[in-house]
């Protein structure tokens, strides 16, 4: 079952990540990147590393 980290001191709250993974990233208030989901579905997995690849601050990994 996948994982996904956050490394929230990196986000500046682009929103590349929920646009791309709205089930597994939501943004909070202020537009910086909160988790939603703690065990990633295939899917979600599939989208979670996607947005991983999209982050422009490299904030995001997913983990085995
Ligand atoms: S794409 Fe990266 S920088 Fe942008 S909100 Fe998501 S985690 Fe933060």
Known sequence: ????RVESG???GHGQ???MAPEVFDLDADGYVQVVVEELG???AL???DAALACPEQAIAVVD
């Open 17 to 19: 990540c929920a646009m």
């Open 1 to 4: 079952m996948s994982r996904v």
């Open 47 to 49: 989208d979670a590393r």
């Open 42 to 44: 295939e899917q979600q």
């Open 10 to 12: 990196k986000c500046v």
